[in-house]
């Protein structure tokens, strides 16, 4: 009958540190090979290749115009530029997120009307892309050339001509912050359905409306699931403002066109977007793993607490 302890030190000897030899107390020596990778190592050596190549062609090629870059970096249209695309950002975000909890709420409505109608907003305008649903907001007034309050298939009353009301800040804000709608209230509508039912139904047992428990007990529940996604929307949102260019409003990306045109230093002055876009976008990133980090520490506060 074999030592009970021995398959416990057959085990503490197979994994003693790699390329030494152990023994147990029969006499039995292993020697431990590490696992091998080569793949890890051609990858390396693939990924190395690389980034030294594009380091050689960031630094050897002088139609760069590195002095160009930086000529024109905080250049007071470059830094106006900047301005506009967050103004545009924070906007369209406003929009998004407002509406997209709207649409998330009623999504979930016992009311089949209203739940349906928030489906088919969400389904059309995921279909649409955003540069389309500017251009289209841009160019609406070819479609309604006079605002005007009615009956619908009934008498109305003129308002005010379109062109006064839909402008290139009009449409950019709209046209984002409505495709950012559709794809918010999915974000926050798989946030609610994560918080249990049960958390609901206790709030209204304490006397709490519906509005009240969805405010207080599952919506703070319910932002650990929501911020990762919503940060890389807001993220992605600051991206999508260059796509207002087409229709001439002066964010940064228009306002680097209009420069080189001028100049026709157009490699330059596409480095210069670039970089601020990773400015920003780099900040928000901070931002965004502050943010869940607090809410991670604050929910295993709550779990210690329990």
Do not use: C
Not at 195 to 202: C, E, H, K, L
Not at 206 to 233: C, D, K, S, W, Y
Request: hydrophobic letters at 55%; glycine letters at 6%; charged letters at 10%.
């Amino acid at each position: 009958m074999t030592d009970g302890s021995a398959p416990g030190t057959a085990s503490r000897s197979a994994i003693a540190p790699a390329g030494k030899r152990s023994s147990n107390p029969a006499g039995e020596n292993f020697v431990t090979v590490p696992l091998r990778h080569p793949w890890r190592w051609f990858g390396a050596a693939v990924m190395l290749f690389v980034l030294l190549s594009i380091a050689d062609l960031l630094v050897t090629n002088p139609r760069w115009q590195w002095n160009k870059v930086w000529e024109y970096l905080f250049s007071e249209p470059i830094l106006i530029g900047v301005a506009y695309t967050l103004i545009l950002t924070v906007l369209a975000e406003v929009v998004g997120i407002s509406f997209g909890i709207l649409l998330a709420i009623l999504r979930l409505s016992d009311n089949p009307l209203l739940s349906w109608s928030s489906a088919a907003f969400t389904w059309i305008f995921r279909g649409i892309p955003p540069l389309v649903m500017i251009l289209f907001i841009y160019f609406f007034s070819a479609l309604v050339p006079v605002l005007s309050i009615g009956i619908p298939f009934g008498p109305s009353i003129d308002i005010v001509k379109t062109n006064t009301v839909v402008t290139q800040l009009f449409a950019a804000v709209v046209g984002l912050g409505l495709a950012q709608a559709a794809y918010v209230s999915e974000i926050v509508r798989s946030g609610i359905l994560s918080v249990s039912p049960g958390q609901t139904r206790a709030g209204l047992a304490l006397g709490m409306t519906p509005l009240q428990a969805m405010r207080h007990i599952v919506f703070p529940q319910a932002m650990r699931v929501v911020v990762p996604p919503l940060g890389n929307e807001v993220i992605s949102m600051v991206k999508a403002t260059s796509l207002v260019s087409v229709i001439a409003y002066m964010e940064l990306l228009t306002t680097v066109q209009v420069i080189y045109a001028r100049t026709f230093e157009q490699i330059p002055m596409l480095m210069v977007a670039v970089i601020w876009y990773g400015i920003i976008t780099s900040v928000l990133t901070l931002a965004q793993s502050q943010i869940e980090s607090r809410l991670n520490k604050s929910a295993k506060n709550v779990k210690g607490a329990r």
